[in-house]
């Protein structure tokens, strides 16, 4: 069983344009974190949210932690194509200490 | 900055052998997590260990065992290998509540 979904699976997108990535749960996270992977890479850490509700921005990217820290997602504005890359949130379960990883979302920015 | 330095890259090994992967986390980083990911897959937890003690198990096979060393280097030993290991193999460390940070990872085929 998933712990934790992403929607959608695959976005292939034009420069330029405005794109969301969901990730859903049943379960109650204490934190979850974004990450970006590049292929034949190891997953790099973009943000980490923590409180039901909080909003945190990096630079075109804008994180929201859902009210019962079940759900997160991903905005990116004005895409380009260096934001090409497989999108991964994690999360992290209260008392546990080892990340639990979304089903990935992967994105493709075309020029 | 110091990385999480994994050995070796690429690993090409037959059916029925052993693999010994290794891992040099970030210097003073006192915990690590292996992490296997297939292809088209995200990263599903296999270990983890504190202070050189396994603090937390994921879905590791009983061919597989590992440890942390006095240096806080950890190693994945890996025995009768089959063709469904083919993998990459990440690590990560991590110290405290900070963030957690990958290597680039092993790539395994098992041929």
């Known amino acids: 069983t998933q712990l934790l979904e992403q929607s959608p699976q695959f976005l292939s997108i034009q420069e330029g344009e405005n794109l969301t990535v969901y990730c859903n749960s049943s379960?109650?996270?204490?934190?979850l974190q974004w990450y970006r992977q590049e292929p034949g890479e190891g997953p790099v850490l973009l943000v980490t949210?923590?409180?039901?509700?909080e909003v945190k921005k990096l630079k075109r990217l804008t994180f929201q932690f859902g009210d019962a820290r079940k759900d997160s997602s991903l905005h990116i504005t004005a895409a380009q194509p260096g934001d090409t890359g497989l999108y991964l949130c994690?999360?992290?379960?209260?008392?546990?200490?080892?990340?639990?990883f979304g089903t990935g979302t992967q994105l493709k920015v075309e020029l | 900055a110091a990385g999480v330095i994994q050995s070796p890259r690429h690993l090409i090994k037959e059916k029925r052998e052993t693999a010994t992967l290794k891992c040099y986390p970030i210097?003073?980083?006192?915990?690590v997590y292996w992490y296997q990911q297939g292809p088209g897959q995200d990263p599903q937890f296999l270990i983890s260990?504190?202070?050189?003690?396994?603090?937390d198990k994921g879905s590791i096979p009983d061919r597989f065992s590992a440890q942390q060393f006095s240096d806080y280097h950890s190693e994945l030993n890996m025995s009768s290998l089959e063709l469904g290991d083919s993998a990459l193999y990440f690590c990560?460390?991590?110290?405290?509540?900070?963030?957690?940070?990958f290597g680039s990872g092993t790539r395994l085929t098992v041929v």
């Open positions: 990560a460390s991590r110290w405290g509540a900070s963030g957690y940070t």
């Open positions: 379960s109650v996270f204490s934190s």
């Open positions: 949210v923590v409180t039901g509700g």
């Open positions: 994690a999360g992290i379960t209260g008392g546990g200490n080892k990340l639990t």
């Open positions: 210097p003073r980083h006192d915990t």
């Open positions: 260990f504190y202070e050189k003690m396994q603090s």
